[in-house]
Nanobody, 126 residues
């Protein structure tokens, strides 16, 4: 049975850090490009970062400003988003998504991602 679950969200103070996890069962995440997306209140969903299939190209949105890192743990079949120096404007629901055998991941083509998790809430507030 295919499952795709995010975890690791929560409430953090500005300047703090969180590590989000995207865990999959029923498929091998290394065969997929995996992207992290976020949607804040009243905003459109936007891409944050993606890693291509087979640990290839990585892309970050300009909004991450070098504060976020996406990486895989193939042994655990998970993809992580390490978020540092968090700002209130990072407050959003973060979701991961997967696109089969995509070796040049692109954040703006969200419809190409076939599997989506339900998301985990990140709130940055003092």
């Amino acid at each position: 049975q295919l499952q795709f679950v995010e975890s690791g969200g929560g409430l953090v103070q500005p300047g703090g850090s969180l590590r989000l996890s995207c865990a999959a069962s029923g498929l091998n995440l290394n065969d997929y490009a995996v992207g992290w997306f976020r949607q804040g209140p009243g905003k459109e969903r936007e891409g944050v970062a993606c890693v291509s299939a087979g640990d290839g190209m990585i892309v970050y949105a300009d909004s991450t400003g070098g504060r976020f890192t996406i990486f895989r743990d193939n042994a655990k079949n998970e993809v992580y988003l390490q978020m540092n120096s968090l700002k209130p404007e990072d407050t959003s629901t973060y979701s991961c998504a997967a696109e089969y055998q995509q070796r040049m991941c692109v954040l703006k083509f969200q419809r190409d991602y076939e599997y989506w998790g339900r998301g985990t809430q990140v709130t940055v507030s003092s």
